[in-house]
């Protein structure tokens, strides 16, 4: 099971962008790498997913290198509403997959 | 429809008491999860239902007895609960067990008492 470790809390300001990077050093070949945001009170939300290289959706992008031993959530132009807990989860798309949450990252945005 | 729905909200219960708690989605998904969330903490998985069997269950105490009456719902029942076990709990779904985008329900605030 891939260990998963991200700072604990980051700030910002609105307009700037964020980067939160996770180490997963024990990632295995078959394991994608999943981000979540979470607001107090509220179930987590799916942000983006990827393997390898680049993913980019609406709201996010996830750079991962090479070797896949890290991966880099990018969120552009932040606003206050982006104040919540990030999460980085890695695992396979078969069935003995344990979804395991790590403590997250706290981001704040500040006006 | 993309939502899961979790009843009751908030629940607060006796360490004698019986209750439930109630997940439902309509999604067509396969894979459904039991999730504990205390506070500042992040979701701890107790249970997975893949296709209506219990596929997962991460050493959690027998008074928390899952149940998957179909497809479309997942039930916590709760039984002789601590204090301790006071806590957000999270329903979530997916297309099947696996590293698959997961969709939360708002969950439930439960207080034992």
């Known amino acids: 099971l891939a260990k998963t470790t991200q700072p604990i809390s980051m700030d910002s300001y609105e307009g700037q962008e964020v980067n939160i990077t996770c180490s997963h050093n024990n990632i295995a070949t078959n394991d994608y790498i999943t981000w979540y945001q979470q607001f107090p009170s509220q179930g987590p939300r799916f942000i983006i997913q990827?393997?390898?290289t680049k993913v980019t959706n609406e709201v996010a992008s996830l750079f991962i290198p090479a070797d896949r031993k890290s991966s880099t959530l990018s969120l552009p132009r932040v606003s206050l509403s982006d104040t919540a807990v990030y999460y980085c989860?890695?695992?396979?798309?078969?069935?003995?997959?344990?979804?395991?949450f790590g403590r997250g990252t706290s981001l704040i945005v500040h006006p | 429809d993309t939502e899961v729905t979790q009843t009751p909200k908030h629940l607060v219960m006796g360490m004698t008491n019986k209750k439930s708690l109630k997940c439902e989605q309509h999604?067509?998904?396969?894979?459904m999860y039991w999730y504990k969330q205390k506070a500042k903490k992040p979701p701890e998985l107790m249970f997975v239902y893949s296709y209506e069997k219990l596929s997962i269950n991460e050493s959690v105490p027998s008074r928390f007895s899952p149940e998957c009456p179909n497809s479309s719902l997942l039930n916590l029942h709760l039984h002789a609960l601590q204090p301790e076990d006071s806590a957000l709990y999270l329903c979530?779904?997916?297309?099947?067990?696996?590293?698959?985008?997961?969709?939360f329900g708002p969950g439930t605030r439960l207080t034992v008492t």
């Open positions: 999604m067509g998904h396969r894979a």
């Open positions: 979530a779904s997916s297309v099947g067990t696996g590293a698959y985008e997961q969709y």
């Open positions: 990827g393997y390898k």
């Open positions: 989860l890695v695992g396979d798309a078969g069935g003995s997959y344990i979804p395991t």
